[in-house]
């Protein structure tokens, strides 16, 4: 658990979100159609609907497994906390791959998705929820981070910027109807 410094008596934390918990999946599920709804609405053919609570909560169950060690986990979550309260989450996805593409083995860590409540926006939850992420991925060896985002949002664009992420490659796009 990580504590960051915020411009408010705000209590902000990072903790690994690693259980089941139907109260949690809720919340979650709530800040994800509250943070998803301007990307749903901009590209429609991409995403399905933000209002589907049971697939959205099924999907964050692949992040949110028990660990177990006999078994290679890739989905991982982290979560923001104010004051006690799920206000954030971080998505990423972590597994070894090695390919004729790549050369050598390596990490390799892809952001999946970063959303913050929009009443705890401006208390560097963002930025401590990737700091957080940065100090567990840079420790190994050959790691490449990646993220992707969707056009016009720049406040994640920044964030990745602030946290020494350069575009290094565009993506195309076609879904066929």
Same mark, same amino acid.
Request: charged share 20%; glycine share 6%; net charge negative.
């Given at each position: 658990m990580a504590k960051t410094e915020n411009p408010s008596d705000k209590? !902000?934390? !990072?903790?690994?979100?690693?259980? /089941?918990?139907?109260?949690? @999946?809720?919340?979650m599920a709530r800040l994800f159609q509250q943070? @998803?709804?301007?990307?749903?609405?901009?590209?429609?053919?991409?995403?399905?609907?933000?209002?589907?609570?049971?697939?959205?909560?099924?999907?964050? @169950?692949?992040?949110?497994?028990t660990r177990n060690p006999f078994r290679q986990r890739r989905g991982f979550a982290k979560g923001l906390f104010v004051d006690g309260s799920l206000a954030g989450y971080l998505l990423y996805?972590?597994?070894? %791959?090695?390919?004729?593409?790549?050369?050598?083995? /390596?990490?390799?860590?892809? !952001? %999946?998705?970063?959303?913050?409540d929009e009443h705890a926006r401006g208390l560097g939850g963002a930025s401590a929820l990737?700091?957080?992420?940065?100090?567990? !991925?840079?420790?190994?060896?050959?790691?490449?981070?990646?993220g992707t985002v969707w056009n016009g949002n720049a406040a994640s664009e920044g964030l990745f910027r602030k946290h020494g992420f350069e575009p290094l490659s565009q993506a195309f796009y076609k879904v066929s109807e």
């Open positions: 209590i !902000v934390e !990072v903790r690994a979100l690693h259980h /089941r918990n139907g109260d949690l @999946q809720h919340a943070g @998803q709804k301007p990307h749903h609405e901009a590209f429609p053919a991409h995403f399905g609907p933000a209002d589907d609570s049971e697939a959205i909560i099924h999907y964050f @169950q692949g992040f949110l497994k996805r972590l597994y070894k %791959e090695s390919s004729v593409f790549y050369g050598e083995p /390596r990490w390799t860590c892809f !952001v %999946e998705d970063i959303v913050i990737m700091e957080a992420l940065l100090t567990e !991925v840079e420790p190994l060896s050959n790691c490449a981070m990646s």
